[in-house]
Nanobody, 124 residues
Framework: QVQLMESGGGLVQAGGSLRLSCAAS????????MGWYRQAPGKQRDLVAA???????NYADSVKGRFTISRDNAQNTVYLEMNSLKVEDTAVYYC??????????????????WGQGTQVTVSI
């Protein structure tokens, strides 16, 4: 089993920045890719960004140029740096991990592991 613990959410004004962190623990040797999803009220959960152990990344079009995903393999932690935040970025952000890197190629499958979620609220 793998446990994912997110941190870093909060309230920020439009145009501001936040950094989310996701620390993985447990049987992390099985994890090939990690990423971030988000779910706004009344909407489906969508992929925001993903990163492979080797460093390849994938971003949703809506966040390209504003968000950056990175990882610290020594700390088993993935980060999501969010800049130029917009009101429409408001959502619960979930960390996810996969044994097969579907997130990197846009295949919509349920990740193997989820974090508990962290709220990001962007105000006008």
């Amino acid at each position: 089993q793998v446990q994912l613990m997110e941190s870093g959410g909060g309230l920020v004004q439009a145009g501001g920045s936040l950094r989310l962190s996701c620390a993985a623990s447990g049987s992390i040797f099985s994890i090939i890719a990690m990423g971030w999803y988000r779910q706004a009220p009344g909407k489906q959960r969508d992929l925001v960004a993903a990163i492979h152990n080797g460093g390849n990344t994938n971003y949703a079009d809506s966040v390209k140029g504003r968000f950056t995903i990175s990882r610290d393999n020594a700390q088993n932690t993935v980060y999501l740096e969010m800049n130029s935040l917009k009101v429409e970025d408001t959502a619960v952000y979930y960390c996810a991990a996969e044994k097969i890197p579907h997130m990197l190629v846009g295949i919509e499958t349920e990740p193997d592991y989820w974090g508990q979620g962290t709220q990001v609220t962007v105000s006008i």
